[in-house]
């Protein structure tokens, strides 16, 4: 099983910057892919932003320029850095991660885990 640590989220102003970080423990040979979501009240779960293993990243439109997703490969973590905080940022922020818990075959398929959120909050 692997678990993940979601930290960073709170209450920030508009045009300031908050980073949020996910960590992943537990069974884990290697992690392939790592990406951010966010859901806000009333709306679909939406990709904020993503990286795969090789460090390749891709981002929604409405957050380009503006955040920045990274990952720490020996610590199984990634970061999303927020800038420019807009009103309409506010969500909760889910960490998603593709895992092997073993050393893959090519038949294997990593699975995937979700955090369990963090709220971030911007007043305008």
């Known amino acids: 099983q692997v678990q993940l640590m979601e930290s960073g989220g709170g209450l920030v102003q508009a045009g300031g910057s908050l980073r949020l970080s996910c960590a992943a423990s537990g069974s884990i040979f290697r992690i392939n892919a790592m990406a951010w979501y966010r859901q806000a009240p009333g709306k679909q779960r939406e990709l904020v932003a993503g990286i795969t293993s090789g460090g390749s990243t891709s981002y929604a439109d409405s957050v380009k320029g503006r955040f920045t997703i990274a990952r720490f490969n020996a610590e199984n973590t990634t970061y999303l850095q927020m800038s420019s905080l807009e009103p309409e940022d506010t969500a909760v922020y889910y960490c998603?991660?593709?895992?092997?818990?073993?050393?893959?075959?090519?038949?294997?398929?990593?699975?995937?885990?979700w955090g369990q959120g963090t709220q971030v909050t911007v007043s305008s």
């Open positions: 998603r991660v593709w895992v092997y818990s073993q050393p893959p075959v090519p038949t294997m398929r990593p699975v995937e885990y």
